[in-house]
């Protein structure tokens, strides 16, 4: 369903992307992580049709995302990381504007997530908080059931609640045969709805693979060697071990590095 390959855009200075190559199928959620300046934005843009390739392509539903971008945006629903609305308007009058853009004749979508993630509309959105700006942004994006989802740090500014709300959407969509593209930076929210993460560094690929695949790979293994076979059944039993056949007082430890762990394996230095 979508399609990076070879995408190249060189600000100078080490900044940009560089022969940036992947692929997501259909109903797949892909996590896209990597820290500021990493690429994450530079690539989004390309797919949203707003930037044109210096090098490589994308495309998406089979479509070139540079030519063909207002066909794929009938389809397509995008929740920017910076997001620009009209600050003089209501979000009520702003949702009703995207419906009429969009040729929406019902609103039981729309009203079905303003109810779900408790949407105030009514005020001007100059004075909306953070929060409720976010949630607009959610409800502009998904309230047109779009087969493909662009998410740039789609929870930022939400309180816990609403983030594990967004998560239950986000598993539901899933269900539904979406195909959604998420940079995040909650780890609990990627490991939890994504089929695949891909780590961006420096405008490169660094590691691409589905997350029990990454955790198995950074694991492990430790015996540990207790006095007695009983101690060492009571110490499998609670620490999740398994004992050594050949030594039943030998325990046998894996210890599985989680997704924010091997994150900060690959930019821990740059984050010092």
């Not at 070139?64 to 207002?70: E, H, S, T, V, Y």
């Not at 009514?122 to 942004?137: L, N, W």
């Not at 660094?206 to 101690?231: G, I, K, M, N």
Request: net charge neutral; charged share 25%; hydrophobic share 35%.
């Amino acid at each position: 369903m979508i399609t990076v390959n070879n995408l190249t855009r060189d600000y100078g200075g080490g900044k940009g992307v560089f022969q940036v190559s992947f692929s997501i199928a259909q109903g797949e959620v892909f996590g896209f992580l990597g820290p500021n300046g990493a690429g994450k934005t530079t690539t989004i843009r390309h797919l949203m049709g707003f930037l044109r390739p210096e090098g490589g392509s994308c495309s998406i539903n089979g479509l070139d995302c540079w030519k063909n971008a207002p066909e794929i945006q009938k389809s397509l629903g995008y929740i920017p990381g910076e997001i620009a609305f009209f600050p003089e308007m209501t979000g009520l009058q702003y949702l009703d504007f995207l419906r009429s853009y969009r040729g929406l004749s019902h609103t039981s979508r729309m009203k079905e997530l303003m109810e779900r993630f408790e949407v105030d509309a009514r005020g001007k959105i100059r004075k909306m908080s953070k929060g409720m700006k976010q949630k607009i942004a959610i409800v502009a994006a998904f309230m047109h059931d779009p087969q493909v989802l662009i998410l740039d740090e789609p929870t930022s500014g939400l309180d816990p609640l609403m983030q594990n709300r967004f998560t239950q959407l986000i598993q539901e969509e899933r269900e539904r045969g979406k195909t959604i593209f998420m940079s995040s930076h909650i780890f609990e929210e990627v490991e939890k709805t994504c089929h695949r993460i891909c780590m961006i560094k420096d405008g490169k690929i660094a590691a691409l693979d589905d997350p029990q695949t990454l955790s198995a790979l950074y694991s492990r293994s430790y015996t540990v060697t207790l006095p007695e076979e009983a101690a060492a059944l009571d110490f499998a039993r609670d620490f999740q071990g398994t004992v050594e056949p050949q030594n039943p007082r030998q325990v046998r430890l894996t210890a599985r590095k989680t997704l924010e762990e091997i994150f900060l394996h690959y930019y821990g230095e740059e984050q010092k």
